[in-house]
Nanobody, 122 residues
Framework: QVQLVESGGGLVQAGGSLRLSCAAS????????MGWFRQAPGKEREFVAT???????YYTDSVKGRFTISRDNAKNTVYLQMNSLKTEDTAVYFCAAGRTIVSGRLVPVDYWGQGTQVTVSS
């Protein structure tokens, strides 16, 4: 079992930065691929970034060059550094864990966090 708890969301002006954290419980954290998804109001949940257990990284096109995913296995934590934020980045951001990555995405997602709100104002 893996439990995920996100933190670091908030309100920021366009062009600003936030860093999301996802603390994971469980001894097998390092064996999981970790990812971030987001869901804006009225839209489906979408893939943002994935970091495999071996270090491979994938991003959705809209965040490439602005967001950075990283992990600290010693702290059982995965991060999402978000720079140059845009109003269209406003969403609830979810941390996810899974053992299989298909086309850069965790498929399926075995565990979800509860989500953290990110709001970018103009």
């Amino acid at each position: 079992q893996v439990q995920l708890v996100e933190s670091g969301g908030g309100l920021v002006q366009a062009g600003g930065s936030l860093r999301l954290s996802c603390a994971a419980s469980g001894r097998t954290f390092s064996r999981y691929g970790m990812g971030w998804f987001r869901q804006a109001p009225g839209k489906e949940r979408e893939f943002v970034a994935t970091l495999s257990w071996s270090g491979s990284i994938y991003y959705t096109d809209s965040v490439k060059g602005r967001f950075t995913i990283s992990r600290d296995n010693a702290k059982n934590t995965v991060y999402l550094q978000m720079n140059s934020l845009k109003t269209e980045d406003t969403a609830v951001y979810f941390c996810a864990a899974g053992r299989t990555i298909v086309s850069g995405r965790l498929v399926p997602v075995d565990y979800w966090g509860q989500g953290t709100q990110v709001t970018v104002s103009s």
